[in-house]
């Protein structure tokens, strides 16, 4: 919007607090900040809610994979013949066998429900290499006698790097009294933290051979996880293969997995973008009120303009382009707010939670450990262009009252 040197000279005029306009000056003012925190809470909510959808993405994923081939029965007896035909699947990147069953896990009597997967040597290092916060994984190999326990896990069962845990599995000996239970003692040799609560409370590894022992499993695996070069295309890539299987095996991709939990979030996701809208448009409002009581304020400046020459359109732009500034500066404001609280947002929740004395974070209802955070930057566009284009709409109707006075009327009563 090009203007002339004396439609920026009022427009700038306009923007500034003159004599006896301070009311005019504050509302405008208010109208800016409540533009900027509208801008504010849709960036910090919408980073947030990525963040907690890619969190809970890139945990889920890095345990069980893109998708998991699941035997008939739990069992997979040609595991190995469906792994090298996963590997020559084009897309796949990894098929790793697995052996996973729910079983029960005591030490000093307490009993916790617990999740036994056992895996190759170097899938257990691959998995929790960089999440160990206690022990060491050189003395989980096969037939040394040594798991790893999820951190909560540990801090349910009291247990610590040496101690000695019980695992109950229900598939023991068959006698003349029934099937009796096994009990395995294993030494604790490393403590790790995925970061999402469920799974440290209840996460058990091992390796394969070794749940392949106390399972009674022979041979046998429960399924094989897989990863594909993109997630997002999985069931295209793996169609090829579960034409193979037939019916021996099934392939469940994440999405069927956690269907629920990601359409939830994307449910939620939705709702809050249309919800927080609506704080900018309360912003938007605002401008148009301070629009209004600027042109009633000026109604015999702008007589005197349109006498001296000036035009309908120089009058609508001066007057959109105050309110589209305004718009800007809260634009502008509100999107480096967003960012500077999404730096220090974990701080930010440990200050509340310090003051009010109140676990805002608890990672057994939310799942993650800590506050996560993505800004997604087309989402911030968005929500920039949404403001400004909200803030110039507010303009148009007190631009056009503006050009519509008539000077002749206005200067004969005045």
Do not use: C
Not at 9 to 15: S, T
């Amino acid at each position: 919007m090009l203007l002339s040197t004396y439609e920026r000279m009022i427009a700038r005029r306009y923007l500034l607090p003159g004599k006896g306009e301070a009311f005019i000056f504050l509302v405008a003012s208010i109208s800016l900040v409540a533009v900027m925190l509208g801008v504010a809470a849709l960036v910090i909510v919408m980073s947030v809610m990525n963040g907690f959808r890619a969190e809970l993405f890139d945990k889920i994923v890095g345990l069980n994979g893109h998708a998991v081939v699941q035997g008939v029965g739990g069992r997979l007896p040609d595991w190995r013949d469906i792994v090298a035909e996963a590997r020559r699947t084009p897309g796949v990147t990894s098929a790793v066998p697995m052996v996973e069953q729910p079983l029960a896990a005591t030490y000093n009597g307490r009993a916790e429900a617990v999740l036994v997967r056992g895996l190759g040597t170097a899938d257990v290092r691959r998995m929790i290499g960089g999440k160990l916060i206690m022990g060491s994984l050189s003395g989980i190999r096969p037939g040394n006698g040594q798991i790893a326990l999820g951190s909560r896990l540990a801090e349910a069962l009291g247990a610590q790097v040496g101690s000695e845990v019980s695992l109950f599995s229900p598939q023991g000996q068959t006698t003349p009294f029934g099937t009796v239970p096994r009990i395995v003692s294993y030494k604790v040799g490393a403590i790790f933290e995925i970061g999402l609560y469920d799974y440290d409370k209840a996460y058990v590894l091992m390796p394969i051979e070794d749940a392949q022992t106390l399972l009674l499993l022979g041979d046998n695996v429960g399924m094989i996880e897989l990863q594909t070069v993109d997630a997002d295309k999985v069931g295209p890539i793996l169609a090829p293969l579960a034409d193979k299987l037939g019916g021996n095996a099934v392939i469940a991709d994440w999405r069927s997995m956690n269907a629920q939990l990601f359409q939830a979030l994307e449910v939620e996701r939705v709702a809050m973008f249309t919800v927080l809208s609506i704080i900018i448009l309360v912003a938007v409002f605002n401008i148009l009120s301070s629009l209004i009581m600027l042109v009633r304020a000026k109604t015999r400046d702008i007589a005197i303009l349109r006498t001296m020459g000036a035009t309908r359109g120089g009058l609508m732009r001066i007057f959109m382009v105050v309110g589209t500034t305004i718009g800007a500066l809260g634009t502008l404001a509100g999107l480096v707010l967003g960012f500077i609280f999404l730096f220090y947002r974990q701080a930010v929740v440990n200050l509340v939670q310090l003051i009010t004395g109140q676990n805002l974070w608890d990672p057994s209802i939310r799942y993650l450990t800590e506050l996560p955070s993505k800004t997604d930057p087309v989402e911030i566009i968005i929500i920039a262009l949404m403001a400004l284009v909200f803030s110039f709409l507010a303009t148009l109707y007190p631009a056009w009252k503006a050009a519509s006075t008539d000077p002749v009327q206005v200067l004969r009563y005045e």
